[in-house]
Each structure stands twice: as C-alpha cells, then as structure tokens.
C-alpha cells in the first residue's frame, strides 16, 4: 500500500464530470480531497491518493486519459 | 545561527517546527520559513553587512541557514553595471544589469543551492539531489562538490550531453530517466517521500527559495540602499521573482534602506508590503511556456498549467509552484508580466552581446526582449531607475546562436584579406 499526493486540473469542459468518484469506483484507491477551488471555466483539487502502487498508476494514468491534468504537489520539479 | 522560527502553511497558517518539510500536512500548501524578525533587528545593519564576505552570506542573518560555516562556493555578490549601450539603444538613460551570469557555476541557482545545501547538512543529510535540465544540475553538483557529499541528479534520457557536462565535471551521480517530462516529475516527487535525501527543491524548499531573496538585498545595497523604481526579471517557478519582492520589503521594515523608517511586518511576513517600496516588478516568460503571465493577462484566478515548448529551457516550468503568489506581487507593485515571443529570444541575447560585452543565455535573451517592450511602449521612463536581471550564462545554450558564427573566408594571402576586409567594412 502507498500513498501519493497529486493536484488535478480540469478546465472548462471537465469542470462538471465526476471524475474523482470514477476513480474511486475504477480503481482501489481512497480518495482524500484536502483543497480545492472549482470555478465555471477552471478547477482544480489537490488530493491523496491511498492504495497500491499499481492501482494508483493505473488509476492516475486513467484520469490523464480523461484530458484532466495530474501533476505532482507543489509544482513541477524539473528544473532548468 | 539562523534567527527563524519555524515554517508556516501559506494557505492555512499551520505552523511547524523548522523540518525538511515543504507541505502542510492539513491542507497540502505550500510551507514558508517564518523568521524572528525581533532578533533580527537587533543585530543586522548597513555595517554588520558591509563586513560580511564577498557572497550571499554577507546576508546571513537575514537567511535560514546558518551562516558561521556555509556550503559556499562564494556565490551571489554579482556585478551591477551601469548599462550605457543597452540603454541608450532602448532610450533609457538609468539602466544597469544585475549580472548574476558570472556565479560560480554561471547562474543564479548558486544563491538557492548554497542556502538548500548548507541546511541539509544542518538536518544531518549526507545525499543532496535534484532533478534538472541545466544550471540546478551544475549548481548541486558543484556544491555537493565542495562540501563533499553525495549529489545524485536526475535527468531527462532526451537531454543533449552537452548540457549535462558543466554538472557532470563534478561527478555527482547522474540518473538518465527514459520518461516524458510529466514522469520525470512524478517520480521524483516520489522518491522525495522515500528516500532519506535531501532534494533541494522538494523537500528543501521553503529554504531553497529564499535564497533569492539575495538578488534584491544585493541591487539594493549596490544602489546605496536604494530600490530601483523598475526590476525586470526572468520568471519559470515564479520563486525568484516573489522572493525578490520579499527582499527589498525585509529591508524596508528594518529599516535597511536609506531614509525609510524600521516598522512592523504585520500579521503575515510573507505578504507584508511596505509603503516605501515603490519598486514595480515586471515578469518576463518565453511564450513557448507562459503559465503566468498568460494567467496574468486573462486576469485569471488561478495559473493553468502547460507543456513546455520553449527555447528558453531553463525558464521551461509548466506547472509553477509560486505562480499564484507571483501573480499578487505583480499586482501589488503594480508591475507586468508578458511573454516574449520564442522569434525574439536570440535577438535579446545579441543585443545585450553586442552594447554591453555580456553573453547570456536563452532565459537572458527572454529578459532583454521584455525590456524592449517596456522601453518602447512607455511602461518605463527614460530616467527611471531600472535593473534588469540576467540570471545564466551564453555559453550554457551556445547552440541557440550558432548563427552568428558567419567569418570572412580568406585565403592565405595580404591581397585576399584585403579584398575581404574592405568588402565587410
């Protein structure tokens, strides 16, 4: 089991999909939203992830595939 | 010793003790270092600093680190120059460039480097990391070089071997990750929860970043403790810009700067603005990679992230951290932002190679081109005092100017070069 926080970002023709109930449901993974901002053209939730490590790749690159963006906390961090 | 109490969520306001920690553990902010600025007073001044070495820590109250024994390459106390040429070719008669191109290992990441490297071995570390495509490479490298620990650097598989040479020299271990931009991220964000290194701008980060803070203590106290009335400045995570305007509002609340009066920080440090900083401060980004200054101009609550596609590869951040809070230093000191087009990059690089002797890289080629558009769309004034910031040296992206390699092909022979010269001149 492990765990990873991660932030979501939906724009406009996202905003109103239930994306992170579809992954809790797809996948084994626990859900645990701790900040989030969701506006008519723009959201985003910033959120842990519980489960296995499998599951939560599978279920991350799943949400890519909705056109949601998932990035790591805090930012890229690849720098120049 | 360092005069810091602690880390504060910048979203929340949880507190925590001073750890190798960057996010709330409630709301999953970003963590700042909140620092004693009684003590602080008490012991800083123009002369305490005056006596200090030749490098950023000549700052070293003002930082989170101790500074009795850094890890100190002597980075930062970089050059201002009055910038004649350039200016006159903009028509602005009070232009100087902060040059931070000639650091030891040529950019502005020694500053940060230097403060991240000498905290984590406060918190007993033995391995230093990152992951980079160019000058935090080199910088990590180089001061793990010298403090004699172990570097491990994570690069892109794609990335061209000349890039990676000025971090390679110092033989830290260097980990080629065949994986997109967005993989090498995520990976890296979870080694930082699993190994017991310090990465310098994950976990070290609330540190990390304030060693920018230098650039704006430095132009202020090369300007007699004056503040410029306009700083331009090159922008990726957006940290350098924020923590420029953090530096010159500590110097104004203690009362570091000539004529202005020492007064409170308020109920948060990191968003204090002091009335006499007047400075506007002007972002610039390449427009192949413009989260913020796209949010900016679209007046946008938050920064979208994006993929980056820009010849300005050390300013190549899609996902900013410090975007939103770079936003509000922009609107506070009633500053820009804008996004130089990718066809004027090298032309800024050549103008500043060719009226003032400095070569830069893409990242200074993107800051002079913003410039330029100040200049002549009247946002700055002729006599107002400007500094432009140039952060990475040209011969880190020589080849976004192998162009200009054009010579006059002689034979060897006075007649031939003669012909030539007098064709050329």
New interface residues.
């Given amino acids: 089991m492990g765990k990873q926080r991660v932030k979501f970002t939906f724009e406009e023709t996202l905003v109103k999909e239930p994306v992170i109930y579809e992954l809790g449901r797809k996948f084994k993974i626990v859900t645990n939203i701790r900040r989030a901002e969701v506006g008519e053209t723009l959201g985003w939730v910033v959120l842990e992830l519980d489960g296995e490590e499998s599951e939560i790749q599978s279920g991350l690159e799943w949400v890519s595939s909705t056109g949601v963006r998932v990035d790591p906390l805090g930012g890229d961090v690849i720098d120049g | 010793m360092a005069f810091i109490n602690g880390l504060k969520c910048r ?1 929340c306001g949880r507190e925590y003790s001073a750890e190798p920690l ?2 709330c553990e ?5 963590l700042e270092v909140v620092y004693d600025y009684a003590t602080i007073s008490e012991v800083v001044s123009q002369d305490s600093i005056a006596k200090g070495p030749l490098s950023i820590w000549r700052y070293k109250d003002l930082l989170p680190a101790q500074g009795d024994d850094p890890v100190d390459i002597m980075a930062g106390y970089t050059p201002l120059i009055k910038a004649k040429g350039l200016g006159k070719q903009l028509g602005l008669n009070n232009l100087y460039i902060k040059n931070d191109s000639v650091n030891p290992s040529f950019s502005f ?1 020694d500053r940060v480097v230097s403060v991240a490297a000498t905290k984590a071995l406060e918190f007993g570390y033995e391995t230093i990391a ?7 490479a080199c910088s990590v490298a180089a001061h793990c070089a010298r403090a004699g620990v172990r570097a491990v650097v ?1 690069i ?1 598989s794609n990335l061209e071997r000349g890039k990676i040479v000025g971090a390679a020299i110092y033989n830290p271990i260097l980990v080629s990750v065949d994986g997109t ?2 993989q ?3 990976l ?3 080694l ?1 929860d699993d190994y017991p290194w310090a ?1 310098v ?2 976990n070290m ?1 609330p540190y990390y970043a304030e060693g920018s803070k230098t650039l704006g203590y430095e132009v202020a106290e090369q300007l007699d403790w004056r503040l410029p009335d306009h700083v331009v400045v090159p922008s ?2 957006g940290a350098m810009f924020t923590k420029i305007w953090k530096g010159f509002n500590e110097l104004a609340c203690l009362g570091l700067l000539d004529g202005v009066e020492s007064s409170s920080f308020g109920v948060d440090q990191n968003t204090v603005h002091h009335p006499a900083v007047k400075t506007k401060m002007h972002m610039q980004q390449a427009e192949g990679c413009s989260p913020i200054a796209t949010a900016w101009s679209n007046k ?3 920064v ?2 994006v993929q980056p596609d820009s010849l300005a ?11 939103i809070y770079a936003i509000k230093v922009i609107e506070k000191s009633e500053g820009s932002a804008y996004a130089v087009p990718e066809s004027e990059i090298v032309n800024g690089i050549k103008l500043l190679a060719e009226t003032e002797g400095i070569f830069t890289e893409t ?1 200074g080629g993107v800051t002079v081109s913003g410039l330029k558009k100040l200049a002549e769309s009247g946002a700055i004034k002729s006599d107002e005092l400007t500094v432009v910031y140039i952060t990475g040296n040209g011969l880190k992206t020589i080849e976004a100017v192998e162009e200009v390699v054009d010579p006059l092909d002689i034979k060897p022979s006075m007649r031939s070069f003669e012909e030539m010269f007098q064709g050329a001149k």
Avoid: H, M, W
């Fill in positions: 979203e960057n996010v409630f709301c999953f902010g970003p990441k990152c992951a980079s495509t160019g000058n935090l994570f892109p931009y967005d090498v991220n995520r890296c964000s979870e930082a990465f701008n994950i980060r990726a995570s946008q609550s938050q979208i992230p590869k050390s300013l190549a951040i899609g996902n900013p951290a410090d975007g990242a």
